[in-house]
């Protein structure tokens, strides 16, 4: 599962780090002073590093709970993000992590009670309220057996009724979920492309046929599911490749029950894009033509608007428009 | 018998792979081991290489001495294509409790000097590894639960600059300990301590050269790309543009779209690069 466990030296007697390091016995455990030492150096390298990356258990400093970046979430409420973990096991080539660190290595911040002590604080900020991502840095659940993110932190949600906890996952590590009671401003939002762009795309990550049974037992579990259609990418199959999508998905779940779906252009900031076309110039996604605007850029789609339409036209068949918003 | 190079590898495989060693005695087992031939160079350095490319330095002992011949190593193979290789450091070291001629994968080095620690990336498993503390004279004490060398800090720092650090690694076998101290080193067991590695060794190359191979393999540039630079003087930015043109060329499957441009190369060479860039932007041509 890793290639080695970094450990920094404040950490290494907690609870936390101990339970891991005892897990993992005959791996290299390595001590460092700070996980920068460790984590997106110069002269390190994402792909390579991806083959085989390292844990590395820190302590997360500074601000914790952070405001969501502009369009991320689905209504007016004021929205953040907070990240126990910088990474992802997933392998999606148009994911921005990998322009983001040079390194492909999982930091994981074991100072869960910190966390917990900035969530309260901003959820009391705002009077009770607020929507809580967690899974803009990392893939939440694929490593709860590791982390126990999700039995740490979904129980703190039910004493804020009025605040919401998204958990963004491409992941089907839903036991940790199953074995509790349904917390009603918790949502689990499953990623979603195409059959076509999922192979060619998202590496190591669960087919859609497991990600649907995986959303199809929560949602009869009674907990909240939602759908996140990001990117939307061009199939070689047009719109029907989505058609197909949400027919599979419809099929099984209950559309009525769905929290919300979303969409989202494949975008990005520049800096983190030129990185990644480095690290993949023979990947045929990075050498289209592209589109910059307001510091972000995107693929160059004269038919964008009409295809977004079409699958938008598709999705209704499916869904209320108001359980649909689209991610700026 | 032994393993080599020759009965366990395919002789021809490329094997991006740079050895520095310190001592002439450390290189003595892996000569036959690798199946190594001196070159004739005007380096100052002795040094070897096989038919598949895998190079050998023998730097001398220290940080200054391994850092000046990294340097030397590195300049001689540099080139236009963006190709590296992978840099081992293998050689004998202390430790406090270690067996005589056990062996160890860095995970950590320290400088004992400046206090600064470096962590080469762990991509090749079935080596047990260890911390390394780097002394600037030979180690008596062997204080912490570490090998102890005399050049491992200084190599990664000048490799780490000539390679993605995941293709720095170091390799150290233990030739004295406190039992067994470092002024009666039995200077002719070293090579017999080192070919005792050799599987450990042999992988060691083998996975390295992999991976270097790997990153090399996306630096490919098709062949248009060099013939357009030999035809014509194109300044450092033009020739970075191209060689990206080239490439996404390459990626969507539109190689052969570039097989006129030599032509267009010759007589209009300011507007090539536009019209390789506007012309990647449309549709490829139906045949």
Partial sequence: ?328 | MTPTMHSDHSQLRPMPVNIVVAHALEAKALIPMLQLKALQTDSGYSEYANANGLRLIVSDIGKEAVSRAVSSLAHAQSNDAGQISAWLNIGIAGHASAAIGSAWLAHKITDQRSGRSAYPPQLIEGLASCSIITVDEPEQDYALEAVYDMEAAAFYEAASKQATAELVQLFKIVSDNLINPVEEIDLKSVPLWIARQDSQILLLVDKLAELAASYNSRQYVPRVYYDICSLTHLTVNEKLQLRRLCQRYRALGREDELADINLLAKNHTKKLLSILSSAIDQPPALK
């Fill in chain 1, 1 to 328: 599962m890793f290639s080695a466990i970094y450990i920094e030296e404040e950490v290494l007697e907690s609870d936390r780090a101990q339970r891991l390091l005892d897990r993992f016995p005959h791996l290299p455990h390595v001590v460092c002073d700070r996980y920068g030492e460790v984590f997106n150096r110069k002269s390190q390298d994402f792909r390579l590093q991806k083959k085989s990356p390292a844990l590395i258990l820190a302590k997360k400093y500074g601000n914790k709970v952070l405001p969501a970046p502009d369009g991320y979430g689905y209504n007016e409420s004021r929205s953040y993000y907070f990240s126990h973990m910088l990474n992802c096991v997933y392998d999606c080539r148009y994911c921005f992590l990998q322009g983001m660190y040079s390194s492909a290595n999982y930091v994981l911040f074991v100072n869960y009670e910190d966390f917990e002590t900035a969530l309260d604080e901003k959820i009391r900020l705002n009077n009770g309220g607020g929507v809580y991502y967690s899974g803009y840095d990392c893939d939440s659940l694929a490593l709860e057996p590791v982390s126990h993110f999700c039995k740490q932190f979904v129980p703190l949600f039910l004493k804020y009724p009025d605040a919401e906890l998204e958990i963004r996952t491409k992941s089907t590590q839903i036991r940790c979920l199953l074995e509790q009671e349904p917390v009603s401003n918790c949502v689990i939002a499953m990623s979603f492309t195409p059959a076509d762009i999922a192979a060619r795309l998202e590496h190591k990550v669960p087919s859609i046929e497991k990600r649907i049974e995986a959303l199809y037992k929560l949602q009869q579990s009674g907990w909240k599911v939602a759908i996140r259609f990001e990117p939307l990418l061009k199939s070689d199959a047009g719109v029907a490749a989505y058609e197909e999508l949400f027919t599979q998905l419809f099929s099984k779940l209950d559309a009525q029950k769905l929290h919300s779906v979303s969409s989202g252009l494949f975008r990005m900031p520049i800096d983190f894009y030129k990185r990644i076309a480095k690290l993949y110039p023979d990947d045929e996604l990075y050498a289209q033509a592209t589109q910059i605007e307001k510091g972000m850029i995107s693929l160059k789609n004269d038919e964008e608007s009409s295809q977004l339409a079409a699958m938008e036209r598709l999705l209704f068949k499916h869904i209320s428009v108001q359980q649909y918003y689209r991610c700026a």
